[in-house]
Structure formats: structure tokens, C-alpha cells
């Protein structure tokens, strides 16, 4: 039998207490946005380059297809995962699955007539994957104070995020004499990909164990009980009849879709190569950017938290549908995926609107999924809920996401690509909205959650609180 945690109010010494403590919520979600950044981080900078820094995109969708089936499955398993195994032992599985994808294109790079490596690799990395952002949402949805979970999601998400934005400065530096040259990458820059990837992997065996997480008012974020695989099978069969996940399924769905358009079909299409690398930091600049916005509102913008909530999620919808309608226009230019010359970051004028457009995305998609990870720690204090409730968005989002890549592979038209993803983040956001009418609490100590149809109360105070 293993173990999971549940919310305790215990008190510690105030020996124990302390900013740097590395027993503190800050110090844990700080550590586990540096693993994010060593992993998922270079994987962003990696996908944004367009077909995993291929010319041919072909053999990055059918590695990101079988990437997010499996994502699908294990994202869904990874909270069960995560309450049997624990956070250290969950993180390291799945960090060690970073690095194998990156050397299968490293491999590619010289035996371009084989895909067997990167797609296994792809669906090994889906597995772990699955299995990262499970304890990832677990840890930071359940250890910081509730009056402050937006500003430790803007905190993970600016470290996470960091790491694509220095993603992004590897193939713009590695392969900057390409000049105007359409072109794979490097063999430098998956070698800095994996060094990266690999550090993380080491990152994960100084997380420490939920038992010892002491907040600074002196409370332990977690206790130790007992869980086993035939609860948490019986446990996530449930979510899938809980209406509380129903209203969050096509905001998941959503949240990873649009990846296969902005990367392959406006970064992968209009630009050089090292403005893609370029591009990339900005991109991923903006996500922090985002979060930071974002997550500072929905701690600090109102009194109500359900106002807040209802504020925040007005504030993506029309953001959203300004910069979809930007994305239109600029889709209206290029309908077959042509351009006559690809856009270089020294065209000036040519290169500022794409480059605008491209920067808005990456500022949208970070305030979008921070907005729906604060949603979800705002319906339940128990980390063991929290972790099921974080895998069953993850593996909606994979399973959303490998279908958007085979989208892709089919060549189905940019336009159509475009007007799909747009129409789902839209049809999400009155649904966000609904949930947050009817499931967020202004009251901290009234704040419940509901499994099985069974509402139990949480004796902690109450939450609010992902790329």
C-alpha cells in the first residue's frame, strides 16, 4: 500500500518557519519550476521551432501524435500515480523521458529515413509526460497558502517558461549562419536540448516529501495517509461523471490544440530558422508575461474570489477573441502555406506584424491555462482530489493536442486549422465561467469538494489556484 496526502492543520515550530526554508511552498513550487524549466521547458523550445527542428514536419507530428495518445492515457493515470508514489519518485519518471526524445532526433538528424526512434520515443515521452504534470499540478495546486495560489502559479509558470525562452536562444544562436536558408538544426543544438532535460531529471531527487511541506503560519500543507491502485482506479472512473470536470473538458481539450497550428503553421512556415529560435523567446517571454498578470489578479483583484474568477475569465475572452481575429487576418495572406520569401527578424516592417501576432499567442496561452489551473486548486483543498483532478485536464489536453497533430499531418487546410481552435476556446469560456458561478467560494473555510457524488468538507482554509 502507498502513500497520498490530505490537508492537516497541524502547527510547527516556529523554528521551522522562515522564506528560505526549503521545507516551504515557495521553495518546493520554485524547485519544481526548475525541473519544469530543465524539461517541458526545452521541449517547448524544441516543438516551437516547428516539426521538432525538422524541415520535413512529418515525422514530428507522428512522434507528437503518438506523444499525446499516450499523454492522453497517462495524464488521466498520473494522478494515481502521483498518490501512490509520491511526488519525487512521479517527477523523476517522468523527467527521465525528456532526454530520450530529444537524442531521437539527434539520431534523425543523420538517419532521416527513419521514424521508428522519435515516434517510440514520442510515446515514451507521453507516458512521462503524463506522469510530470500530474505531481507538477498536484504540488502546486494543494501546497501554497489559498490566498496566494494565483501568484505561486505566476511564479512557476514565469520558471517553466523561462526555460523556453532560453530554448529558444540555443538554435538562434547554434544556427545563426543559416542566414535566410530554410533548414533542419544542429546537431549542437539537440545536444544542448538534452544536457538541459538531463539536469532536470537530477532536480527531482531534492524534492522533498509532502509530509514535511510546512506553510509559513506554521501549518503542514499535507499529511500522510493510505490509498491503493483499486481506490484510485474506482476514483478516476468518477471523474468522468463529475460535472465540475464536464464544465473544464473543452477548456482542456482546447488548451494544448492551437500548439500544431502556432508552432508548425506560423512559426514551422513564415520565418527563417534562427527567427524561429528568436520568435521562440518571445513567445515564451510573453507566457511569463501572462502568468504574472493573470495570477497577480486572481489574487489580488477583488475582494469576492468568485468575482475575481468571473473578471479573470471575461478578461481572457475578449483578449482571446482580439487576438484570434488578428490570427485571421494574418492567416488571409498565406491560405496554401506559401509565402513567396520567408520572413527574416532584420525585414523590419514585413517582420513586425507576424512577430506581434506570434508574441500574443504565447501571452494568451499562459493566461488561459493559468486561469483554468486556479480554477481547479479553487475546488478542493485535498491534494489527493487535486492530483485526480489535474491528471484528468492533462490527459483531455493530450488527447486534444494528438488529435491537432494529425490534423496537421493530413494537411488539412491553415485556414480551417485556425477557425477550429479558435471556435474552441470560445465555446470554453462561458463554461469556465458557469463553473466559476457555481463552485468557487468567496468563503475560505466553506470551500468543499465533491467525490462520488459525496460533498466532503475540507477543515483547511480555502483554495484558489498550468504550457
Given at each position: 500500500?502507498?502513500?497520498?496526502?490530505?490537508?492537516?492543520?497541524?502547527?510547527?515550530?516556529?523554528?521551522k518557519?522562515?522564506?528560505?526554508?526549503?521545507?516551504?511552498?515557495?521553495?518546493?513550487?520554485?524547485?519544481?519550476?526548475?525541473?519544469?524549466?530543465?524539461?517541458?521547458?526545452?521541449?517547448?523550445?524544441?516543438?516551437?521551432?516547428?516539426?521538432?527542428?525538422?524541415?520535413?514536419h512529418?515525422?514530428?507530428?507522428?512522434?507528437?501524435?503518438?506523444?499525446?495518445?499516450?499523454f492522453?492515457?497517462?495524464?488521466?493515470?498520473?494522478?494515481?500515480?502521483?498518490?501512490?508514489?509520491?511526488?519525487?519518485?512521479?517527477?523523476?519518471?517522468?523527467?527521465?523521458?525528456?532526454?530520450?526524445?530529444?537524442a531521437?532526433?539527434?539520431?534523425?538528424?543523420?538517419?532521416?529515413?527513419?521514424?521508428a526512434?522519435?515516434?517510440?520515443?514520442?510515446?515514451?515521452?507521453?507516458?512521462?509526460?503524463?506522469?510530470?504534470?500530474?505531481?507538477?499540478?498536484?504540488?502546486?495546486?494543494?501546497?501554497?497558502?489559498?490566498?496566494?495560489?494565483?501568484?505561486?502559479?505566476?511564479?512557476?509558470?514565469?520558471?517553466?517558461?523561462l526555460?523556453?525562452?532560453?530554448?529558444?536562444?540555443?538554435p538562434?544562436?547554434?544556427?545563426?549562419?543559416?542566414?535566410?536558408?530554410?533548414?533542419?538544426?544542429?546537431?549542437?543544438?539537440?545536444?544542448?536540448?538534452?544536457?538541459?532535460?538531463?539536469?532536470?531529471?537530477?532536480?527531482?531527487?531534492?524534492?522533498?516529501?509532502?509530509?514535511?511541506?510546512?506553510?509559513?503560519?506554521?501549518?503542514?500543507?499535507?499529511?500522510?495517509?493510505?490509498?491503493?491502485?483499486?481506490?484510485?482506479?474506482?476514483?478516476?472512473?468518477?471523474?468522468?461523471?463529475?460535472?465540475?470536470?464536464?464544465?473544464?473538458?473543452?477548456?482542456?481539450w482546447?488548451?494544448?490544440?492551437?500548439?500544431?497550428?502556432?508552432?508548425?503553421?506560423?512559426?514551422?512556415?513564415?520565418?527563417?530558422?534562427?527567427?524561429?529560435?528568436?520568435?521562440?523567446?518571445?513567445?515564451?517571454?510573453?507566457?511569463?508575461?501572462?502568468?504574472?498578470?493573470?495570477?497577480?489578479?486572481?489574487?489580488?483583484?477583488?475582494?469576492?474570489?468568485r468575482?475575481?474568477?468571473?473578471?479573470?475569465?471575461?478578461?481572457?475572452?475578449?483578449?482571446?477573441?482580439?487576438?484570434?481575429?488578428?490570427?485571421?487576418?494574418?492567416?488571409?495572406?498565406?491560405?496554401?502555406?506559401?509565402?513567396?520569401?520567408?520572413?527574416?527578424?532584420?525585414?523590419g516592417?514585413?517582420?513586425?506584424?507576424?512577430?506581434?501576432?506570434?508574441?500574443?499567442?504565447?501571452?494568451?496561452?499562459?493566461?488561459?491555462?493559468?486561469?483554468?489551473?486556479?480554477?481547479?486548486?479553487?475546488?478542493?483543498?485535498?491534494?489527493?482530489?487535486?492530483?485526480?483532478?489535474?491528471?484528468?485536464?492533462?490527459?483531455?489536453?493530450?488527447?486534444?493536442?494528438?488529435?491537432?497533430?494529425?490534423?496537421?499531418?493530413?494537411?488539412?487546410?491553415?485556414?480551417?486549422?485556425?477557425?477550429?481552435?479558435?471556435?474552441?476556446?470560445?465555446?470554453?469560456?462561458?463554461?469556465?465561467?458557469?463553473l466559476?458561478?457555481?463552485?468557487?467560494?468567496?468563503?475560505?473555510?466553506?470551500?468543499?469538494?465533491?467525490?462520488d457524488?459525496?460533498?466532503?468538507?475540507?477543515?483547511?482554509?480555502?483554495?484558489?489556484?498550468?504550457?
Open positions: 500500500m502507498a502513500v497520498t496526502e490530505q490537508p492537516e492543520s497541524e502547527v510547527s515550530p516556529p523554528s518557519r522562515g522564506l528560505l526554508r526549503y521545507n516551504s511552498p515557495l521553495a518546493q513550487v520554485s524547485l519544481l519550476g526548475l525541473i519544469c524549466f530543465c524539461c517541458p521547458g526545452m521541449f517547448n523550445a524544441l516543438s516551437g521551432l516547428g516539426g521538432g527542428g525538422q524541415l520535413d512529418t515525422t514530428a507530428d507522428n512522434a507528437n501524435t503518438a506523444l499525446y495518445a499516450c492522453a492515457v497517462f495524464g488521466v493515470l498520473g494522478g494515481a500515480a502521483h498518490n501512490l508514489l509520491g511526488p519525487r519518485t512521479t517527477l523523476l519518471l517522468g523527467a527521465l523521458t525528456y532526454p530520450l526524445y530529444a531521437s532526433f539527434l539520431y534523425y538528424n543523420h538517419r532521416p529515413g527513419s521514424q526512434f522519435p515516434v517510440t520515443a514520442g510515446a515514451l515521452l507521453g507516458a512521462g509526460a503524463g506522469l510530470l504534470w500530474a505531481a507538477q499540478g498536484a504540488v502546486m495546486t494543494s501546497y501554497p497558502p489559498p490566498n496566494r495560489r494565483g501568484s505561486y502559479i505566476s511564479l512557476f509558470w514565469c520558471l517553466f517558461n526555460g523556453g525562452v532560453l530554448g529558444g536562444l540555443l538562434f544562436s547554434f544556427n545563426y549562419h543559416h542566414g535566410n536558408d530554410a533548414a533542419s538544426v544542429n546537431d549542437g543544438t539537440y545536444i544542448a536540448f538534452m544536457a538541459f532535460m538531463l539536469l532536470g531529471a537530477a532536480l527531482t531527487l531534492l524534492v522533498l516529501p509532502p509530509r514535511r511541506i510546512v506553510r509559513d503560519d506554521g501549518t503542514k500543507a499535507t499529511r500522510v495517509t493510505y490509498s491503493s491502485p483499486a481506490t484510485e482506479f474506482a476514483e478516476i472512473l468518477v471523474l468522468f461523471a463529475n460535472w465540475r470536470m464536464l464544465l473544464v473538458l473543452p477548456a482542456a482546447a488548451s494544448n490544440f492551437f500548439y500544431t497550428y502556432q508552432f508548425n503553421n506560423v512559426n514551422g512556415i513564415l520565418f527563417t530558422l534562427r527567427t524561429k529560435g528568436l520568435n521562440n523567446v518571445f513567445y515564451w517571454g510573453a507566457q511569463m508575461l501572462g502568468s504574472a498578470g493573470i495570477g497577480y489578479f486572481l489574487d489580488f483583484g477583488f475582494s469576492s474570489r468575482k475575481r474568477g468571473l473578471v479573470g475569465v471575461a478578461a481572457v475572452a475578449v483578449l482571446g477573441t482580439a487576438i484570434w481575429g488578428g490570427g485571421l487576418a494574418n492567416q488571409l495572406r498565406y491560405k496554401d502555406g506559401k509565402l513567396p520569401d520567408l520572413i527574416d527578424f532584420k525585414d516592417h514585413r517582420y513586425a506584424g507576424p512577430f506581434l501576432l506570434y508574441f500574443s499567442y504565447g501571452l494568451l496561452d499562459a493566461m488561459f491555462q493559468s486561469l483554468i489551473y486556479w480554477i481547479i486548486g479553487a475546488l478542493a483543498n485535498d491534494s489527493q482530489i487535486l492530483s485526480r483532478y489535474v491528471g484528468f485536464y492533462k490527459g483531455v489536453q493530450s488527447a486534444g493536442a494528438a488529435v491537432a497533430w494529425q490534423i496537421d499531418t493530413r494537411k488539412t487546410s491553415l485556414l480551417s486549422q485556425l477557425i477550429v481552435n479558435w471556435g474552441l476556446m470560445t465555446v470554453s469560456y462561458p463554461l469556465l465561467a458557469l466559476v458561478f457555481l463552485a468557487v467560494k468567496d468563503e475560505d473555510s466553506s470551500v468543499s469538494s465533491v467525490e457524488g459525496k460533498e466532503k468538507d475540507n477543515k483547511l482554509s480555502a483554495p484558489t489556484s498550468l504550457h
